[in-house]
């Protein structure tokens, strides 16, 4: 595997950088509430710096399908990134066309501009070449250090790479290199999945399975197996779709809970109540792993080399139903660096880790939900494409 990074392009200084970022970040009362995106990001905007390159920042915020929302407007990302940066960075309300043109070329070399959400142009999610074209021309090279969009055909991460000479940012090269030590493990390798919906996941499940020592199933995602062996899973969150995907998942070293958490009220509102998997009743809903999974996944995580985290345990939001997700997140963190190489990866299980106050002790933590699990199975990356060979 050959890296295009930044780091190799020629006569740098003073260029114009059309850089991708993914600052796809929650806004509360119009600032950011959880800035871990763009942080992740800052070193490439330094590395930038440092040769008084012309950083152009586009991005794309929400799903605004092709239409001006002003939620979904970059300018408190903008703000807020000058504060992070301690620099000014300046922003304009379009993406191509003439306002972004003539805010482009009154660029100084080391300012910073970012551009208005990409997806307020209908072009961008459909690849369109015509948009790619115009996003082009504002600069003089293109860099992708946006990785959590990296599986997505949008003009933005695929057909602006036929326009520009293309490099991959310092984050996306790093997400590259620690996910191909999940590809290429250190046996064993112990993956741990959770959440709700196993439509986005068979695909991963199905390819880790067969590197995997074990492979650890808990969050709603259990359900579906449960429901498969004719268990009672009671008002469990599930749906058919999932169930008959479920069906075709049947590698032995795929491990269900062997106790759960219940509640009468779905919404994790109830009393709790640690079950046997096989005593659920129809009138319960299952929200967490049980004491006895906890101790169990632990004594596989300890003997891992390699270890994958995707997904949390139960309705880990709820005090109540915590206990199994925290756990958990606090065994890979304990066990990474040095012991075991660990990587977690997606939003809600992020959150998780942070919770516990123990991230720092995780070797890599991916900026990539999707993404990260569409790297994992194989599948096809536009976003890497001419940048990753």
Known sequence: ?????????????????????????????????????IV??????????????????????????GERVKKYSLEPVARHLGRLLDEKVGFVDDCFGLKAGTAVGKMRPGEILMLE???FAKGEEKNDKKFARQLASLADIYVNDAFANSHRQHASMSAIKR?????????????VENLNKIIRPKPPLVAVIGGAKIGT?????????QKSFKVLIGGALAN?????RGMEIGRSMVDKKSIALARKLRAKNILLPIDVVVSDNKD??????????????KNEAILDIGPKTIRLYSLFLKKAQTIIWNGPMGMFEQSHFKHGTLSIARVIASRSRGRAFGVVGGGE???ALKITGMEHYVDWISTGGGATLAFLSGAEMPGLSKIIK
């Open 1 to 37: 595997m050959r890296i295009k990074s930044i780091r190799q392009a020629k006569k740098l200084a003073g260029k114009r950088v059309l850089l991708r970022a993914d600052f796809n970040v929650p806004l509360e009362g119009g600032r950011v509430a959880d800035d871990y995106k």
């Open 268 to 281: 994790g509102s109830g009393p709790a109540e640690v079950k046997n998997v096989f005593k659920v009743n």
């Open 349 to 351: 299980t992020i959150e």
């Open 224 to 228: 579906n197996f449960f429901a498969v």
């Open 40 to 65: 992740a990001g800052l070193p490439t905007i330094r590395f930038l710096l440092r040769y008084r390159c012309k950083i152009i920042i586009a991005n794309h915020l929400g799903r605004p399908e």
């Open 163 to 175: 326009y520009l000479p293309s490099y991959a940012g310092l984050l996306l090269a790093e997400e």
């Open 117 to 119: 959400n990409l997806r």
């Open 201 to 209: 996941k068979i695909s991963f499940i199905k390819e880790i399975s």
